[in-house]
């Protein structure tokens, strides 16, 4: 709950980037719902130019994203796994609001003695004594999931540059999934809105780059395979995506789950 409240009382305070955001989530609902009203399959609507950004994004993964994680690789498993644990325990600030949001109370509730117990006692997230004393880790949650759960539909199916594949919905998420994030609030610019302080730039971008870093070298025989065995990798990738996010905004009940095989 402690999660909980901080983000209340962020979102609550005077600041016109969160009355423009809700603006925007709520302009965001509404487009996306225009945009499907007529059918529930997820359209490719900009093909052309999401394959050539897709390409852009392999190559981009192939010079630099594969060759990072790779070398990371090579770090000693106590500090991957540190590392691991740390980015997880961050993650709760996006994660934990988005439980009560979908009304998994007791979800959040769990996630909130997590966040709580590997803050404290696990060293600011870098060991888990939560999961030794039955606090497994639940799914991921962020305000695309919650989108879906309120029932707004994927909309178009995107590709970002570097960001990689995304729909409609899921872009107005990962807005607030930033400007919607303590963390982030509290680290990036001059505010000092996280126990007064500010954590600096520095702190937030270092984050988000050893989480995506450690998530890619834990997924480079995985994405091997992808490749080696997709007659249309863009497609194969674009499948898996929307698998995936469906999975997690019906809690696994309406789409089987076939990237189990990613951490």
Known sequence: ???????????????KKMKYFTRLLI????????????????KDCFETVNRAVFSFNIGLDKVIFKPVA????????PIRTGVKNATNNVSYFVQIPNQFLQGKFKNGVKDTGRFLINSTVGLLGLFDPASKIGLSKNENEDYGQT????????????????????TLRDSVGKV???????????TVGNKEMLLGNNLGDQTYWGETVLDK???RAEN?????????????????VKSLYLQRR?????DGTDSEDEWKDFK
């Open 213 to 215: 870093t450690n998530w």
């Open 1 to 15: 709950m402690l999660v909980l409240a901080t983000n209340i009382t962020i979102y609550s305070a005077k600041h």
């Open 70 to 77: 790779k070398g990371y690789s090579y770090l000693p498993s």
């Open 176 to 186: 607030g999934n930033v400007f919607l994030d303590p963390f982030y609030l509290s």
């Open 220 to 236: 480079i025989k995985s994405l091997e395979d992808l490749e080696k065995n997709s007659i249309d990798l863009y497609s194969s």
């Open 27 to 42: 302009c965001g609902c509404l487009l996306v719902n225009f945009t499907t009203a007529t059918s529930a399959k997820t």
């Open 147 to 166: 989108l879906g759960s309120w029932g707004v539909s994927h909309g178009c199916y995107i590709v970002l540059p570097v960001f990689g594949p995304t």
């Open 246 to 250: 469906d999975y997690l905004t019906n």
